[in-house]
C-alpha cells in the first residue's frame, strides 16, 4: 500500500481506563496484580482527556478499567463527557455494584450502552468470577432492561476451555430467558496478563480442544442466524481457531483501527491499539492532538494498514473481519 498523502487520525472512539481497581478477581484477568499502587489519573485528568478527545472529533467514549463502578465519580465523568457533545458513551462492567440507585444515576448522567461480562452459567460464572457474582450481574442486566434510554445491553463472554462446551446452552439461556439482544464473544488469550497467571493451564484452549472448539463455533453461528439479536460477526468467530493456534491474524486489506481510535491507560499512556507495546506519549506530559500525531503513532498506523503489527484478534476487530 502506498500512501500519496499524510496520513491523517480521525479520533472518532477512546478506550479509556478509569481505574486499576476490581471489586472481583477473575481468573483470567491478572490485570490488577501489580498496579494497586499506580497513580492513576485524577478526575478532573479524566475529564481532560475526554475533552481534548472531544476536540478532536471524538463520538464514542469506552469507559473500563478495572471496574469502572469502584469510583464515586464516574457519573460525573459521563455526565461531563455527555455535556460536551460525546455522542456515545459505553461502560464495560461486571455489574457486580450496580443495583437500581446506581442503574438510575449511570442512566440520569447519559450513559448509552453497557457492557456486562458473564461466563456461563451460574455455577460456572462464580467459579471464574467469584460466588455471588452471577446473581447479581444478571439483577443489573434486569434493572437497565427497564430503561429505554439505554440504546444496547450487551453481554461478553470469554470463550475458554472451561466454557466452550456449555457457551451454546448459556447464550440460549441469554437469548430466550434473558432477553438480552447483543452479545459478544472474545476469545481467551492466554499471555494478555502474563503467561506467570495460574489458571492459564485451566483456561487455555489446547490442541486437543480444536475440532470440538471449531464445533461449537459452527453451532453457536447456526443458532443466532435464526434469532434477531446483534452478535459477533461469524467470519470473525471463525478466526478463533488459527488465533489459539498462535497464529499471526491480520484483516484482510489492513487494520484502520488506530487512525480512528486509541487507547489510553490509567496513568495517562496513550496506545495506538492495545497490541501496540511502545507508548506515543503520555497525557499528562503532552497534548493529546501532539500524541496522535507523532511519528511513533503515525507510523503504527502505516504499519497496522499495511500489515506489518503483530497482529491480534482484539474485539474491536469484530467490524473488520464482516
Known amino acids: 500500500m502506498i500512501f500519496k498523502k499524510k496520513l491523517k487520525v480521525d479520533l472518532k472512539t477512546i478506550n479509556l481506563l478509569v481505574t486499576?481497581?476490581?471489586?472481583?478477581?477473575?481468573?483470567?484477568?491478572?490485570?490488577?496484580?501489580?498496579?494497586?499502587?499506580?497513580?492513576?489519573?485524577?478526575?478532573?485528568e479524566l475529564k481532560s482527556v475526554i475533552s481534548q478527545a472531544r476536540e478532536l472529533g471524538l463520538e464514542r467514549l469506552e469507559?473500563?478499567?478495572?471496574?469502572?463502578?469502584?469510583?464515586?465519580?464516574?457519573?460525573?465523568i459521563i455526565g461531563y463527557s455527555k455535556s460536551i457533545g460525546v455522542k456515545r458513551i459505553v461502560m464495560m462492567?461486571?455489574?457486580?455494584?450496580?443495583?437500581?440507585?446506581e442503574a438510575k444515576k449511570l442512566v440520569e448522567a447519559g450513559l448509552d450502552d453497557v457492557v456486562f461480562s458473564l461466563e456461563g452459567n451460574e455455577e460456572l460464572n462464580d467459579y471464574i468470577r467469584g460466588e455471588g457474582s452471577f446473581?447479581?450481574?444478571?439483577?443489573?442486566?434486569?434493572?437497565?432492561?427497564?430503561?429505554?434510554?439505554?440504546?444496547?445491553?450487551?453481554?461478553?463472554i470469554t470463550l475458554n476451555r472451561l466454557n466452550y462446551s456449555t457457551t451454546l446452552d448459556f447464550i440460549k439461556y441469554l437469548v430466550e430467558e434473558l432477553n438480552v439482544k447483543s452479545i459478544s464473544i472474545n476469545p481467551y488469550n492466554a499471555y494478555m496478563f502474563g503467561p506467570e497467571n495460574k489458571y492459564v493451564n485451566d483456561l487455555k484452549i489446547k490442541d486437543e480442544d480444536m475440532d470440538k472448539v471449531k464445533d461449537t463455533i459452527e453451532e453457536i453461528i447456526t443458532y443466532v442466524k435464526s434469532k434477531d439479536i446483534d452478535f459477533s460477526h461469524e467470519n470473525y468467530l471463525r478466526k478463533f481457531i488459527d488465533f489459539f493456534k498462535g497464529e499471526k491474524l491480520m484483516p484482510l486489506y489492513g487494520c484502520d483501527v488506530p487512525q480512528n481510535s486509541c487507547a489510553i491507560d490509567v496513568v495517562g499512556g496513550v496506545h495506538a491499539c492495545w497490541g501496540d507495546k511502545e507508548l506515543?506519549?503520555?497525557?499528562?506530559?503532552?497534548?493529546?492532538?501532539?500524541?496522535?500525531?507523532?511519528?511513533?503513532y503515525l507510523e503504527f498506523c502505516k504499519d497496522a494498514l499495511n500489515k506489518k503489527c503483530e497482529g491480534c484478534l482484539n474485539t474491536c476487530y469484530d467490524r473488520i473481519y464482516n
Open 93 to 101: 462492567t461486571n455489574g457486580v455494584l450496580i443495583g437500581e440507585d
Open 135 to 156: 446473581k447479581k450481574t444478571v439483577n443489573a442486566i434486569k434493572l437497565f432492561q427497564k430503561y429505554n434510554s439505554v440504546n444496547c445491553i450487551r453481554v461478553n
Open 280 to 296: 506515543s506519549g503520555n497525557i499528562r506530559e503532552t497534548s493529546l492532538k501532539k500524541i496522535v500525531s507523532c511519528k511513533h
Open 63 to 76: 469507559l473500563s478499567g478495572g471496574e469502572p463502578m469502584v469510583i464515586k465519580d464516574i457519573y460525573d
Open 20 to 44: 486499576p481497581f476490581c471489586n472481583l478477581k477473575c481468573k483470567m484477568c491478572e490485570y490488577t496484580v501489580g498496579t494497586q499502587n499506580v497513580d492513576a489519573m485524577t478526575t478532573e
